[in-house]
């Protein structure tokens, strides 16, 4: 996942609903979720990269933030969908300089380090703390399946002191494809060696539900900012604004 900044939410796309109360019991009817991969975002608050571009750029940040957000995913696509890859950072730094090109705005080394960096000092959700004790409780392994490198994906976990909850994270950089590509998502499937039907998602971006599902896992998107549905004629098996729609796909809510 790549998060949704601001006014990303008009390219992605996702849906604005809570729980159903026949989901759960649609998911608890299924065998039991033994592990859940999670998108980094359902669990850190990619806002605070906003915060750092409005603090950087000034008065056009708002602009900024979505137009490099925008980019960073549409490279991601093309990448992949060609066959090629850099890691997140690469990535990264490479739309950040065509933004800045494009936008007009000069951006010294250290700031542009500063921006990337940003993906590395992320806060977590308030909802995610108790979330992860229960579903730890429960036996339930968790480890991110993200497009963000193991670098940053550690140092954010360690930044906020939950990873003890977390088996190591499965950064797209294992198998050089970002998602949605299939590879990414059957990164989980060769970690745990659990059937399929038995993992589940937790996704930010409602592309990435998708994805997800295509794939076939059971996915809990936690559309935390209220986006609309990506009409593909797919859904996932939970939709929830915060993290209790994992929770009710394991079963725990």
């Known amino acids: 996942m790549f998060p949704l ?14 729980v159903a109360a026949a989901l759960p019991a649609r998911a608890a009817a299924a065998a039991p979720i033994r592990a859940i991969g999670f998108d980094g975002f359902p669990i850190f608050d990619p806002r605070g990269v906003a915060a750092r571009v409005k603090a950087i750029v000034g008065d056009k940040g708002e602009a900024f933030a979505a137009q490099w957000s ?9 990448e992949t969908a060609a066959g090629r890859y850099r890691d997140f950072r690469t990535t990264a730094d490479a739309a950040l300089r065509h933004t800045a090109a494009a936008m007009q705005v000069t951006l010294s080394d250290a700031e542009r380090a500063a921006l990337v960096g940003a993906y590395d000092a992320l806060d977590v959700w308030p909802d995610v703390r108790p979330a992860l004790e229960t579903l730890r409780g429960a036996g339930i392994r968790l480890a991110f399946l993200s497009n ?8 954010n976990m360690r930044r906020n002191d939950i990873a003890h909850y977390f088996d190591p994270p499965l950064s797209t950089d294992r198998v050089s494809a970002f998602k949605p590509s299939p590879k990414a998502y059957a990164m989980a499937l060769d970690a745990w060696d659990i059937p399929r039907e038995q993992i589940g998602f937790a996704a930010f971006g409602g592309w990435d ?26 859904e996932p098996a939970i939709t929830s604004r915060g993290i209790e729609g994992v929770l009710a796909l394991a079963g725990l809510a």
Do not use: M, Q
């Open 209 to 234: 539900a998708v994805g997800a599902t295509w794939f076939g896992y059971r996915t809990a998107w936690v559309n935390r900012f209220g986006v609309p549905a990506e009409p593909l004629g797919v």
């Open 70 to 78: 925008a980019k960073l995913f549409g490279y991601s696509w093309l």
């Open 5 to 18: 900044l601001p006014r990303r939410t008009l390219l992605i796309g996702a849906a604005a609903s809570t």
């Open 148 to 155: 963000l490198g193991a670098d940053s994906l550690t140092a």
